[in-house]
């Protein structure tokens, strides 16, 4: 499985950017897929997730009620809109599919593909 991530920039804060992440697999369906981050000088940390359905949804708390996980199966992509952004937010942000799943996880070790990668900067 692959995962191509995109969608990364430089904005202001206040601003928005929507992510998305491709995936090669054609059972892309049966993955719970997550977003993931590190920021400069922190280790990784889980950002949001959403099962295969798309009908659950999970957020650090850092990010809820500013970022949305959504996920389109028929494209094998899934995306995060980000909005109200804070400098605080400023990472790379990794996609992650977790095969097989039937629940959402924050923990990292248990996501089996992994994206690149892009770069979230935002300004102060």
């Known amino acids: 499985v692959q995962l191509q991530a995109s969608g990364g920039g430089l904005v202001q804060a206040g601003g928005s950017l929507r992510l998305s992440c491709a995936a090669s697999?054609?059972?892309?369906?049966?993955?719970?897929m997550g977003w993931f981050r590190r920021s400069p000088g922190k280790d990784r940390e889980f950002v949001a997730a959403i099962t295969w359905s798309g009908g659950t949804t999970y957020y650090a708390d850092s990010v809820k009620g500013r970022f949305t996980i959504s996920r389109d199966n028929a494209k094998n992509t899934v995306y995060l809109q980000m909005n109200s952004l804070k400098p605080e937010d400023t990472g790379v942000y990794y996609c992650?599919?977790?095969?097989?799943?039937?629940?959402?996880?924050?923990?990292?070790?248990?996501?089996?593909?992994w994206g690149q990668g892009t770069q979230v900067t935002v300004s102060s």
């Open positions: 992650a599919a977790d095969l097989g799943a039937v629940i959402i996880s924050t923990n990292e070790n248990e996501y089996d593909y």
């Open positions: 697999a054609r059972t892309f369906s049966r993955y719970v």
